[in-house]
């Protein structure tokens, strides 16, 4: 038995897009104001929740991605709190010229959630695996970026984007992933999460890879590594201090990302640690190319995005210390 | 003070502040024109012919069928006017300046650093501006969602489109079309400023449209067509729109590129071409 199959027994699992779902319904119950929008995908986003429960503030735009985010950006103009929900690779590719003018050069208050980020999505392949979404949203002035690391993240996630004015990009999974805080966990956005203290070298991660780099920290630790592992859960504003700190005092930098190497996480805090404190990084990523299809951990283990490469990942970075 | 104003109307496009008579909207259309001229030749670049194409329909929005508020361009029962071919800007802000939303000597910053006039519209930098555009296709989507919400405030106020023919190539516009029927915005009118030019010639030639109502018709709209420089036409219009439920209406306003202008009129070459300053002086010397 792998040692993730040993580990998956013991974690406990829960999908972040239902908890998306969920919490709007909660949040729908206080603020009258909250319209949702989607693009014929409710019931794999979970705005299907909202819907039932308030017919008359869900809207489905059918498979009109450009349209939806103009009738966001209309609704929220006429003083709306507006969340649009899709898959990620076509809240990101599809709409772009939209998000830009409509949403980022006006800063209206629209928040696009979108589920089935990553190759996580698995089987559908490569036409649907958002990969490069980071990047197109990092591009854009006035926009908010969270990726949650788990399901109580998110719900933590999105009632901080209702209550806070402007564009928000928050991207969560497909699959369950594993729960890493509890109940009683406070989110605050742009400010990341400090999971684990240690000397040798930093682990900067976000979204799924959190949970992944806690794993490897653990196998690190008993070879004598100690690593500080960081949730970088809001990729823009980052959390710039948190990473010069992480330079400063571990000397040695390895960011996690389930994104291609350009434009995501890495970048941002490459351009951080290079300006504020030098020190050899190393990044754990999808590089430049597509997946194929496949079952999530298949793909997860073919491109390279397991605990073990972020383990290799820390070894090699501490060596060059 | 919509309400207020209604009270006393006889029909809603009593609620106009202006409330202008059919030869002060000639002269008054013929007064934006001169803007535009102006401001187009002073900054040295921008669209002549879109603008001076929409000058009627703007014109009989802002001064006599819109009820709007210069002294409040956010007040929450204004009808909103969404300009979503951006580059006629130039008109746009004629009509916003000549109805005090901001003074009329701000018009010939346009396009200038610095300046709340854009070349294309900026919704964050002027007043009375709803919506930032430039990119083509996005408007009628913009004022779908605007419309939607007066409906779930149950307020009565109305939403107008203006859009340009070549715009309608945009893949955008058709989405919007499909959705603005199919959620039953009656309370949305959009205008197709029909000026059979694009920026590089002929509709025709360059991607056909016709038959534009019929396309409309097709997508489930209410379609009106009129003459655009006729005010008569245009005024008939925006009642008929009003008066039509359970679906959006579109009116195909048949115009003429550059109008006002002899050798602007139907001219492709002045789509997105300053005039020189010695054709600025001929054209205002037409238009006075």
Known sequence: MSLRAQRSNLIVEASTREA????????????????????????????????????????DCGLEEQNMIGIAAGLAASGKTVFASTFAIFASCRCFDQLRICLSQTGLNVKVVATHGGITVGEDGTSHQAIEDLALYCSLPGFTIVVPADAIEAAEAVKVAAATYGPFYIRLSRPKTPLIYSEDYHFTLGKA??????????????GIMVAKSLEAADILAKQGIECRVINMHTL??????????????TGAIVVAEEHLAQGGLGSRV????AREKPVPMEFVNLGDSYALSGKADELLERYGLTAKDIESAVKSVVKRK | MRNHIKEHAMDTLQGNMFNL????????????????????ATAGSGHPGGSLSAADIITALYFKVMCHNPENPLWLDRDRFILSKGHAAPILYAA???????PLEELATLRKLDS???????RNLTPGVEMSAGSLGMGLSFGIGVALAARLDCRDYRTYVLLGDGECDEGETWEAALSAAHFKVDNLTAIVDCNKIQLSGWTQDIMNLEPLSQKWQAFGWHTIDIDGHDFNQILAAFQEAEKIKNKPTVIIARTIKGKGVSFMENNPKFHGKAPTSEEAARALKELE
Do not use: C, W
């Open chain 1, 236 to 249: 823009k504003p980052l959390d710039e201090k948190a990473v010069a700190n992480a330079a400063l005092e």
């Open chain 1, 20 to 59: 998306y779902g969920k919490t709007l319904v909660e949040l729908g119950k206080e603020n009258k104001g909250i319209i949702v929008l989607d693009a014929d995908l409710s019931p794999s986003t979970m705005t299907h929740f909202f819907a039932r429960e308030f017919p008359e503030r869900f809207f």
């Open chain 2, 96 to 102: 916003l300046a000549e109805s005090g939303y901001f």
């Open chain 1, 193 to 206: 999460v400090t999971m684990r203290q240690g000397k040798d070298a930093t682990i900067i991660a976000i």
């Open chain 2, 116 to 122: 709340r006039l854009q070349g294309h519209t900026d």
């Open chain 1, 270 to 273: 490459a351009q951080v640690v």
């Open chain 2, 21 to 40: 008579s059919l030869a002060e909207l000639k002269e008054m259309a013929k007064k934006l024109r001169r803007h535009v001229i102006t401001m187009i």
